[in-house]
């Protein structure tokens, strides 16, 4: 009797009690010099391998916290509600779904804006969801498939499309290529290369603009290096 007790107690308690935290690191570089620029610690909450919320921290080649994000997903994992903000200078960028679709907003130099970026052109990606998105499309990129996608971008506080393309597949690895949908204005910034575990799926590298900004608030670009334990 007391064991049923037990196990009914156990079925009432919420999901979230069940769910796990997995903890990966990241490191930026420089692309001219290799020095190191800044330090990411991801935990990402997970129910039955599927995940709930995440929490970024970016720490400087010193240590010093600078910026911090939070994501929650949504029952569709390749778009997340997020919040990066920058404790250098009080910058903040946030997507959050609404029962209307999303708003985007932007803090910087103490001024706030939003907008309803209305809707994408093509499947909605934002944020941490990139990696879910990939994951989603993994056969497809496999079989050299070029796929579309709309990426929100808060800075901007629009969707921006991009296409996702298949460069390299080895015993070991998947790497792509996030580039701009429109080829015409392609050139206006550099693709963005991603290399994949091919057993595990996961992020190994990143190479391009990064969503933080060095000391004169420009967007760095640099090559991260991620661990998993």
Same mark, same amino acid.
């Given at each position: 009797?007391?064991?049923?007790?037990?196990?009914?107690?156990?079925?009432?308690?919420?999901?979230?009690?069940?769910?796990?935290?997995?903890?990966?690191?990241?490191?930026?570089?420089? $692309?001219? %010099?290799? =020095?190191?620029? !800044? +330090? #990411?610690?991801?935990?990402?909450?997970?129910?039955?391998? &599927?995940?709930?919320?995440?929490?970024?921290?970016?720490?400087?080649?010193?240590?010093?916290?600078?910026?911090?994000?939070?994501?929650?997903?949504?029952?569709?994992?390749?778009?997340?509600?997020?919040? $990066?903000? %920058?404790? =250098?200078?009080? !910058? +903040? #960028?946030?997507?959050?779904?609404?029962?209307?679709?999303? &708003?985007?907003?932007?803090?910087?130099?103490?001024?706030?804006?939003?907008?309803?970026?209305?809707?994408?052109?093509?499947?909605?990606?934002?944020?941490?969801?990139?990696?879910?998105?990939?994951?989603?499309?993994?056969?497809?990129?496999?079989?050299?498939?070029?796929?579309?996608?709309?990426?929100?971008?808060?800075? &901007?506080?629009?969707?921006?499309?991009?296409?996702?393309?298949?460069?390299?597949?080895?015993?070991?690895?998947?790497?792509?290529?996030?580039?701009?949908?429109?080829?015409?204005?392609?050139?206006?910034?550099?693709?963005?290369?991603?290399?994949?575990?091919?057993?595990?799926?996961?992020?190994?590298?990143?190479?391009?603009?990064?969503?933080?900004?060095?000391?004169?608030?420009?967007?760095?670009?640099?090559?991260?290096?991620?661990?998993?334990?």
């Amino acid at each position: 009797m007391k064991i049923i007790k037990c196990l009914s107690v156990l079925l009432l308690l919420p999901v979230t009690l069940w769910a796990e935290n997995r903890v990966f690191t990241g490191e930026a570089r420089s $692309l001219s %010099d290799g =020095r190191l620029l !800044y +330090r #990411e610690t991801h935990t990402l909450q997970l129910d039955s391998d &599927r995940p709930i919320s995440g929490v970024v921290e970016y720490h400087d080649a010193e240590g010093v916290l600078i910026a911090r994000k939070t994501n929650q997903y949504h029952e569709r994992l390749a778009t997340t509600d997020f919040v $990066l903000m %920058d404790m =250098r200078n009080d !910058y +903040r #960028e946030q997507a959050q779904q609404t029962e209307s679709g999303w &708003r985007l907003s932007q803090t910087e130099n103490g001024k706030s804006t939003s907008a309803d970026p209305g809707q994408p052109e093509h499947q909605p990606v934002v944020d941490a969801g990139f990696d879910e998105f990939v994951r989603e499309h993994w056969q497809a990129l496999l079989d050299d498939q070029t796929i579309f996608f709309s990426f929100a971008v808060p800075a &901007r506080l629009e969707w921006i499309s991009f296409r996702l393309i298949p460069v390299r597949v080895t015993d070991t690895e998947l790497t792509v290529e996030m580039k701009l949908r429109s080829r015409m204005l392609a050139w206006l910034l550099d693709p963005i290369i991603l290399t994949y575990d091919l057993k595990t799926r996961q992020l190994l590298r990143y190479r391009g603009l990064t969503n933080i900004q060095d000391e004169n608030g420009k967007g760095i670009h640099a090559e991260i290096t991620y661990h998993y334990d």
